[in-house]
C-alpha cells in the first residue's frame, strides 16, 4: 500500500450501515488512532458504542444532506481520511423518493468533498454502485453524480489531497440485499418474489467491500475509480439454492417454498455492467480489480483489459450453485446488521 491507516484519524459517514460497519471493523483492525461513524441513526449509534467500548471508535449524529453538520465535525476532529459511505441505495425507495435521493447522494456527496477540502483532508474515498453505469433510476443517476463529483473535485483538489471512487457489484448479506430479505421470507412461510429468474448481478461479500475501500484510500493517486472483478449469479438460480439448500434449515420443506415472479421494477435492468465502453479505454487491470483512471488516458491503461471483466453480468464468470449456498449460510449464521 501506498498509504498507511495506521495512526490516522478517519471518518466514517454511514459508519452504522452493513458496509460502513464492516469499514470500521476494518480501520480498527488496521490500527486507526480515531474512526468516527457519522450517520443520523441514534439508536444505531448507541447500540455501536456499546459494540465498541473500548475501542478508538467515536460517533457523532448528523446528516450529510446538512453542509453545516458535515462541516462541523470535520473542523472538530481534522481526519486523515474520510470514507463516504452514506448513501439511499435501495431502487425502488429512489424511485418513489427521487428527491430525497438526489439530496442524499448528490448535495450529501458534494457537502463531504466541500468539507474534506476546505479542511485539509489527505484522502477521500466515495463509494457509489454498477448502477451508475449506464444509469436506467433514480439510484443510477444520482450514483452517477456523485462519481462526476468526485472526480471533478479530484481535478481541482490541492497537492497532497486525493480523491477517489469505488464502484460495488450487490453486497450480497447488507440489509436489503436479496439473501437477507429471501432468509426473512422463509423464516416468515412467505414465498420467495422474484423480478425476473434470468436477471443477473454481480456479487460480493460485505468484508471484500470493505477491504477495497481501504485499498483505493491507501493506492489512490487522484481521481481513480476502483472496481473488485466480482463473479455474477442469476436470481433464478439463486433462488433455486435457497429453496432447495437453505429452506430446509430454516424447517421449510422444499416443495412448499413458492417462487413468485413479479416482474422487473421500472428502470431495473436485466444485467448489470461494472465499466462503460468509455471507461475500459483508460482502465489498468490488477490482479482482483479494475482501476478506471482520470482523463487524459494514461499510458499505463489497458484498452483491452479482460472481456470477462468489463461487460454485462450475463457474461460475467458465474458463481456455482455451491458457492451461492456458501454466502446464504454466511449470513445466515452471523446474522446481518441492520442499516
Same mark, same amino acid.
Given at each position: 500500500?501506498?498509504?498507511?491507516?495506521?495512526?490516522?484519524?478517519?471518518?466514517?459517514?454511514?459508519?452504522? +450501515?452493513?458496509?460502513?460497519?464492516?469499514?470500521?471493523?476494518?480501520?480498527?483492525?488496521?490500527?486507526?488512532?480515531?474512526?468516527?461513524?457519522?450517520?443520523?441513526?441514534? !439508536?444505531?449509534?448507541?447500540?455501536?458504542?456499546?459494540?465498541?467500548?473500548?475501542?478508538?471508535?467515536?460517533?457523532?449524529?448528523?446528516?450529510?444532506?446538512?453542509?453545516?453538520?458535515?462541516?462541523?465535525?470535520?473542523?472538530?476532529?481534522?481526519?486523515?481520511?474520510?470514507? $463516504?459511505?452514506?448513501?439511499?441505495?435501495?431502487?425502488?425507495?429512489?424511485?418513489?423518493?427521487?428527491?430525497?435521493?438526489?439530496?442524499?447522494?448528490?448535495?450529501?456527496? %458534494?457537502?463531504?468533498?466541500?468539507?474534506?477540502?476546505? $479542511?485539509?483532508?489527505?484522502?477521500?474515498?466515495?463509494?457509489?454502485?454498477?448502477?451508475?453505469? %449506464?444509469?436506467?433510476?433514480?439510484?443510477?443517476?444520482?450514483?452517477? *453524480?456523485?462519481?462526476?463529483?468526485?472526480?471533478?473535485?479530484?481535478?481541482?483538489?490541492? %497537492?497532497?489531497?486525493?480523491?477517489?471512487?469505488?464502484?460495488?457489484?450487490?453486497?450480497?448479506?447488507?440489509?436489503?440485499?436479496?439473501?437477507?430479505?429471501?432468509?426473512? #421470507?422463509?423464516?416468515?412461510?412467505?414465498?420467495?418474489?422474484?423480478?425476473?429468474? #434470468?436477471?443477473?448481478?454481480?456479487?460480493?461479500?460485505?468484508?471484500?467491500?470493505?477491504?477495497?475501500?481501504?485499498?483505493?484510500?491507501?493506492?489512490?493517486?487522484?481521481?481513480?475509480?476502483?472496481?473488485?472483478? !466480482?463473479?455474477?449469479?442469476?436470481?433464478?438460480?439463486?433462488?433455486?439454492?435457497?429453496?432447495?439448500?437453505?429452506?430446509?434449515?430454516?424447517?421449510? %420443506?422444499?416443495?412448499?417454498?413458492?417462487?413468485?415472479?413479479? +416482474?422487473?421494477?421500472?428502470?431495473?435492468?436485466? $444485467?448489470?455492467?461494472?465499466?462503460?465502453?468509455?471507461?475500459?479505454?483508460?482502465? @489498468?487491470?490488477?490482479?482482483? #480489480?479494475?482501476?478506471?483512471?482520470?482523463?487524459?488516458?494514461?499510458?499505463?491503461?489497458?484498452?483491452?483489459?479482460?472481456?470477462?471483466?468489463?461487460?454485462?453480468?450475463?457474461?460475467?464468470?458465474?458463481?456455482?450453485?455451491?458457492? *451461492?449456498?456458501?454466502?446464504?449460510?454466511?449470513?445466515?449464521? @452471523? +446474522?446481518?446488521?441492520?442499516?
Amino acid at each position: 500500500m501506498s498509504w498507511e491507516l495506521a495512526g490516522t484519524s478517519a471518518l466514517v459517514t454511514g459508519g452504522t +450501515g452493513s458496509i460502513g460497519r464492516a469499514l470500521v471493523d476494518e480501520l480498527v483492525t488496521l490500527r486507526a488512532k480515531r474512526v468516527v461513524v457519522f450517520s443520523r441513526d441514534e !439508536m444505531k449509534h448507541f447500540h455501536l458504542r456499546r459494540e465498541m467500548n473500548g475501542l478508538p471508535v467515536e460517533t457523532v449524529v448528523g446528516d450529510v444532506r446538512d453542509a453545516r453538520s458535515v462541516d462541523a465535525v470535520c473542523r472538530q476532529y481534522r481526519f486523515d481520511v474520510v470514507f $463516504h459511505v452514506a448513501a439511499m441505495k435501495h431502487v425502488s425507495v429512489c424511485e418513489d423518493s427521487p428527491y430525497e435521493a438526489a439530496l442524499t447522494n448528490v448535495v450529501g456527496t %458534494q457537502n463531504v468533498l466541500d468539507s474534506a477540502l476546505r $479542511h485539509a483532508v489527505r484522502r477521500v474515498v466515495v463509494v457509489s454502485t454498477d448502477k451508475a453505469v %449506464q444509469p436506467t433510476t433514480v439510484l443510477g443517476a444520482t450514483k452517477l *453524480l456523485a462519481e462526476r463529483l468526485t472526480i471533478a473535485a479530484a481535478r481541482s483538489a490541492p %497537492q497532497g489531497q486525493v480523491l477517489c471512487c469505488v464502484r460495488f457489484g450487490n453486497v450480497l448479506g447488507s440489509r436489503g440485499s436479496v439473501v437477507p430479505v429471501w432468509l426473512d #421470507a422463509l423464516r416468515n412461510g412467505l414465498p420467495l418474489e422474484v423480478t425476473d429468474p #434470468a436477471v443477473t448481478r454481480f456479487a460480493m461479500r460485505i468484508a471484500g467491500a470493505a477491504r477495497l475501500v481501504v485499498r483505493a484510500g491507501c493506492e489512490a493517486q487522484g481521481g481513480e475509480l476502483f472496481v473488485l472483478k !466480482m463473479k455474477a449469479f442469476e436470481l433464478g438460480e439463486l433462488a433455486a439454492v435457497m429453496k432447495n439448500r437453505i429452506a430446509p434449515s430454516l424447517g421449510r %420443506q422444499p416443495e412448499d417454498v413458492k417462487v413468485v415472479v413479479t +416482474g422487473l421494477v421500472p428502470g431495473e435492468k436485466l $444485467h448489470e455492467e461494472l465499466l462503460s465502453a468509455d471507461e475500459v479505454a483508460r482502465t @489498468r487491470e490488477t490482479e482482483d #480489480a479494475l482501476v478506471v483512471l482520470p482523463w487524459p488516458r494514461r499510458e499505463d491503461a489497458c484498452a483491452s483489459t479482460g472481456n470477462r471483466w468489463c461487460g454485462s453480468s450475463e457474461l460475467a464468470p458465474r458463481l456455482t450453485p455451491d458457492e *451461492l449456498e456458501d454466502l446464504a449460510v454466511e449470513c445466515l449464521t @452471523r +446474522g446481518y446488521r441492520h442499516e
